[in-house]
């Protein structure tokens, strides 16, 4: 033992040895960590930047026209345009006995209505703001997520005609149709929460009104007009691809795993989207 003038202290030989501060490579690399897992935790909390947004929005419609369309020609009903499932579950009601296309399209309808309950509550619920970062990339990670098990439903499942799937009420038809349904409004609860309530990607009605009774419809500059044309440009080339994938090997459950990569590109997209300004 040896005394320094502060007390008595053990003699060590390594005593120069020793880093100045006590820290160790793995002591750096574990602050490193919590530096990058800090920044990372202070990027999702962000709001992400509206201006471009409807970039990404616009790009769901060619995933709405290429779920409705592999829908319509392998079960008879819609996913994402309820407008033709009320339709079709009046005539139904009218007369249940002619087809089962009712009870799909009522399916659809009411998991529709749900999944609007829980994507709203998503984005208004855990966060102060619609537009954080993590809130749109977990809504549409769960919308991949959803796609992925119909497909997964139509890929693994019990296989059957394409006639016996246009009748069929039973669990390997019900399901896809119920899990994608529920599914197709986080894209248009997204648009509210981005202010561009335009782009729901699930209905085009509206689109056309407002389209045709702009009075400013041939200004050189005029970004609303342009929104308007381009969605139902883009839902009808995804519906165009998803009734020619459909009706090939591909196959419905093929134009799924592709819409459900097609969402986790959206994912990416807000994850690598500028923040917000303070």
Known sequence: MASNGYGVVPNNPDEEQQPLLGTSGGGSSGCGQTRVLARWKQRMMTDVRRDWADLVLLACYIITGLLDSASISTWGSFVSMQTGNTVYFGLGLAAPHESTRWIKSGTSLGCFCIGSVFFSALHRKPSPSPKRRWVLCASFVLQMVLIAGAAAVLTFGPQSSAVDRKESIDWPVLVP??????????????????????????????????????????????????????????????????????????????????????????????????????
């Open 177 to 278: 149709i119920a899990l994608v349904a529920f599914q197709s409004c986080g894209q248009a609860v997204a648009s509210r929460a981005l202010k561009y309530n335009a782009l729901t990607s699930v209905v085009l009605t509206s689109n056309y009104c407002d389209l045709f009774s702009d009075a400013e419809i041939l200004a050189p500059h005029n970004p609303e007009r342009n929104r308007r044309v381009a969605a139902p440009i883009l839902l009808l080339i995804g519906a165009v691809l998803g009734g020619v994938l459909a009706r090939s090997p591909v196959g419905a459950a093929g134009v799924l795993w592709i819409a459900a990569a097609m969402k986790l590109v959206v994912v990416i997209s807000w994850l690598l989207w500028p923040a917000e300004k303070a």
